[in-house]
């Protein structure tokens, strides 16, 4: 080897020479800078202190679901601060701790900007970067492949976080025009159990809890200051209704949140009996008479001696037994509570993540229903969100029958099972994809069995080729064989329509703020691309057109919202008791609908899968496949009405408290209790696992943040000081929390804030890739490692746990959702 | 070393650290002397499995995804908040612009000593002209930019190079590279 000493410098600097001066002088390099070189100022003048303008962008947040509107201040090109849209009627100027940290997504020095090729085992870490061009080359030869041998459906995609625009510029465009339904989502690991629920009883999801004119607020495992689908709308509401109008909030959780802390009183709770103290609750207004026999009368599918004879079995006593709560407190909650009225009652994964997730939230809404307070003002509301019209492609679209997991898994499974998706694959009896294309969707890290998720995912036999389209290099990209870089949120165009707790539609956009880095490219704007390459037609050629044409359909100047980022109709009005609305005569006359004397329902049945109109006749609304799509009204009386539009199942217009669809299955048609199955036969030392999420970070997609992870970046385990007493675990120490499925290590945190049964380990943490903040990967010496200019402001070493290793993917029997909150474990110290 | 070998040495750097190499690139390093300096494994690999090899390192070392070398100063100066704006206003006030397709920051290290290789360009050009007053000016700008810009960051990112290179290519590049930017930051008019 040559020694590097001055003089082999100067031989460098000739033999450099030598290497220049060869036949390309560039050797593929283009020279990055031009221009006349000059001594003096003068190209573009920067005064130092003053003179910098702040261009302030209205755009809307898209850290977690609530999507919120919001205004991003640009200086030098560089985005720098994030802030709430004061004119948006949903968030009102608000945001929380992590919209205002989506600064940190933008510039993560992790972030993927080129598309990349994997170049040694899959999983092994070995990237090539390549260009645009390869990439897509490679991808469109893939899919066109499949086109040409007819099998559309090989093409699976799979997304998580897709809403809005970005949802329809995919699903009602580019997939129906390539013809693949094989399209999984991510809902069974989310709130599945409550849409279902809401889609048996009173039809299309989305409740909106009316808090601000509410007079009490019950809460069912929400942690509403935390972690709401629309958390700042609904945490902001609450609080104003409890300061302003002395609105009483009482939680039932197993675990002691800041929204219990915030309550005027936290009740604890064993997991999965929440359905117990309802329907005690619900049985307590039948008795004492508070009911609404109005309500129960007209819009309900029973009568009040119905519920009154069902719900006496349900006695505060009993249900004391089986929840800990006790039965004065059941008791007078419920007066107090019926006579509140108008009140709502919230409820989230706390209830329904369980085995019986969906007769507790079936029950949640017919304590609401029997108390009249159902869409009205004050109570639990219909969802209002702003009706965006846009392009459509039509197209059949075949799929392979692996959405809904294994047979037998759930009998409605309307929002698919995805947590047992990888599980079809493996089992294979349904056939598999060829192509797996994940877009903002974790199946390894979000699902339950994380060992299998990644097991599945890395054999080639089962999964040959897999596409990641991600900003960031997440556990699930790190298994793919091609990488499309994506851009954040911040750089995309697109619209969105989240629900509106003012029941007024707000129509608003994002827009890049900042251009986007590398050679991240906007998805929506690939799939023009690819749909081109395809040779499929699509009716706009970007996600920008996409939003401008969007406007000019829904007649919403696309100019204004560019300046405002948020637009409503200021003529509507609050929209409350839709569903009693009169329909006039040529409505449900028209042609093509039928009325369906079992049921009272009109429908259009060319809408449904009928092909003849006696067909239609014949199997009648209920039996007919997708009839629920041409629903027109309900008949009550002589009158027809709006009445509970249906979702996904063939549903009357009323208020099913009693579901026919429940029956047919063996379940009481009319809400009850029963059990989660492992909970009855613990042993005397086993735990129930609970996981739960903080206020300062997103389910799995905000730890690369560095300004939130400095917050929270350790979750250990919440033990009740007696039951640790009794382990002889003490605070601090190590512990091993085991499953079924597997064990971790953790440090257990002692409190009186978590039921003596329940041991609760946050979400978010201990992930092993998502860059240098998530992982602690590449910081391991903070002195030394570099990555931009604060990276040595890293003070915390430790990157938490993750508890989905040990978290079966079980589903529950009706909806599939995952029962994130069923597990039994062993706890041991360490 | 004379101002010649110095802007070449700062073209090739450049180059070297600006993307994975190309194969005409590494077939004409490998006819100069220079590949005594670039090790055994560079010196017997076949041309084609190099290009892909140090493709794939290239990726690895400066580019992710996952844990990899930042090629910015920005990352470096701890002292220094807003360092890649303060670049970018520095060369464009020389009148210069960055490429309009150029995706990387403004204070890359292949910016950063492309920048130096014009400036030592000029100053040839300023001597040949026999205008010496502007020539030691552009010295003059050289030497502060070495010394408030590389000579800060570089020896640092090229320690990182040496230890985590698998590849002796871009091992032995960041040792010369450290060598030369010292060299730069003491005395160049030799
Ligand atoms: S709740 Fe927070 S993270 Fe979610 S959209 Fe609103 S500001 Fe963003």
Known sequence: MVKLTRRNLIRLGIASAAVLAGADKLFGKQPILSGKLKLEDGGKDFSPETGKERKVIPTACWQCVSRDAVVCYVEDGKLVKIEGNPESIRNRGKICAKGQ????????????????????????????????????????????????????????????????????????????????????????????????????TWGKHYDVNDVQHANMILNFGCNIMEAHTSHIQLSQRTIEAMAERGTRLITFDVRLSNTAAKSTEWIPIKPGTDGAVVLAMANVVMQEELYDSDFINKWTNVTVDELKSHLKQYTPEWAEKISGVSASKIRSLAIEYGRARPGTIVSY???????????????????????????????????????????????EQKKLKILDG??????????????????????????????????????????????????????????????????????????????????????????????????????????????????????????????????????????????????????????????????????????????????????????????????????????????????????????????????????????????????KLNKSGLFEISSNFLKKE????????????????????????TTYKVGVQIHSRSQNCKWLTEIYHENPAWINPATAKSKGIKDGDNIKVKSRVGDIITKAKLTEGVHPQVIAISHHLGHWEYGAY??????????????????????????????NWIIPNSPDPIAGQLRFMDTVVEVTRA | MKPIERSNVYGL?????????????????????????????FKSASLNELVDELSVEYTRLFIGPGSHIYPYESAYRKDKGSIDKDIKNFIESRGLRYRSDF????????????????????????????????????????????????????????????????????????????????????????
């Open chain 1, 101 to 200: 940290a989506g600064i940190n997504q933008v510039y993560d020095p992790d972030r993927i900007l080129y598309p990349m090729k994997r170049a040694g085992r899959r999983g092994e870490g070995k990237w090539k970067r390549i260009s645009w061009d390869e990439a897509l080359n490679e991808l469109t030869a893939r899919l066109k492949k499949l086109l040409d041998e007819g099998h559309p459906e090989k093409f699976m995609f799979h997304y998580g976080r897709m809403k809005g625009s970005d949802d329809k510029i995919i699903k009602d465009n580019f997939l129906p025009a390539y013809g693949t339904g094989t399209i999984g989502n991510h809902t069974s690991i989310c709130e599945g159990a409550k849409w279902v629920a809401q889609e048996l």
């Open chain 1, 349 to 395: 994964r706390g209830a329904v993540a369980h085995y019986n997730g969906v007769e507790t939230e079936r029950a949640i809404k017919m304590l609401d229903a029997i108390l009249g307070n159902i869409d009205v003002k004050g109570g639990t509301c219909r969802a209002v969100s702003a009706k965006w019209s846009y392009p459509k492609a039509k197209g």
């Open chain 1, 406 to 647: 294994l047979k037998g898994d759930a009998i409605y499974p309307t929002h698919h099972i995805n947590h047992r998706v990888l599980k079809a694959i493996k089992d294979g009896s349904n056939g598999r994809p060829d192509v797996y294309m994940i877009y903002c969707y974790e199946p390894v890290y979000a699902n339950g069995e994380v060992q299998e998720n990644i097991d599945i995912m890395k054999d080639e036999k089962l999964l040959p080729y897999i596409v990641a389209v991600n900003p960031f290099y997440t556990e699930s990209t790190a298994l793919a064989d091609l990488i499309l870089p994506d851009v954040t949120y911040l750089e995309r165009w697109s619209w969105d329509d989240m629900v509106s707790y003012e029941h007024i539609g707000e129509f608003y956009i994002r827009q890049p703020v900042v251009s986007p880095p590398g050679q991240t490219r906007q998805f929506q704007d690939v799939v023009c691309e690819l749909a081109k390459r395809l040779g499929l037609k699509l009716d706009f050629d970007s996600a920008e057109d996409f939003v401008k044409k969007s406007c000019e359909k829904s007649k919403v100047d696309f100019e204004y919202l560019k300046k405002h980022g948020v637009w409503h109709n200021p003529e509507d009005k609050p929209k409350y008791k839709s569903y009693a609305k009169e329909l006039k005569p040529e409505q449900y006359t028209a042609e093509n609908v039928l009325l369906d004397a079992a049921t009272g329902v009109y429908w259009d049945w060319k809408k449904s899968k009928a092909k003849t109109v006696e067909e239609a006749q014949e199997k009648g609304y209920t039996a007919t496949k997708d009839a629920y799509k041409g629903y027109v009204g309900q008949k009550i009386g002589s009158s027809v009405y709006a009445g509970f539009k249906p979702d």
């Open chain 1, 666 to 689: 063996g379940y009481n048609p009319l809400p009850s209790y029963f059990p989660v199955p492992e909970h009855e036969n613990m042993k005397k030392d086993e735990m129930i696992l």
């Open chain 1, 774 to 803: 998530a992982s602690g990967r590449g910081c391991k010496d903070y002195q030394n490692h570099v990555c931009e200019p604060d990276c040595h402001n890293k003070w915390w070493k430790g990157v938490g746990v993750h508890p």
């Open chain 2, 13 to 41: 750097l450049s180059r070297v650290y600006s993307s994975e190499p190309s194969k005409d690139f590494l077939e004409s390093i490998r006819g100069s002397s220079f590949i005594e300096a670039l090790g055994q494994d």
């Open chain 2, 103 to 190: 995706t990387e920051g403004p204070d890359h290290i292949s910016v950063e000593l492309e920048f130096m290789e014009r400036i030592t360009q000029e100053e040839i050009k300023a001597r040949k002209q026999g205008d010496l007053k502007k020539a030691s000016s552009f010295t003059e700008l050289g030497k502060k930019f070495v010394n408030e810009h590389l000579i800060k960051w570089v020896p640092i990112f090229s320690d990182r190079v040496i230890d985590v290179a698998s590849l002796s290519f871009y091992r032995e590049m960041a040792k010369l590279t450290k060598e030369f930017i010292l060299l730069e930051g003491v005395d160049k008019n030799e």
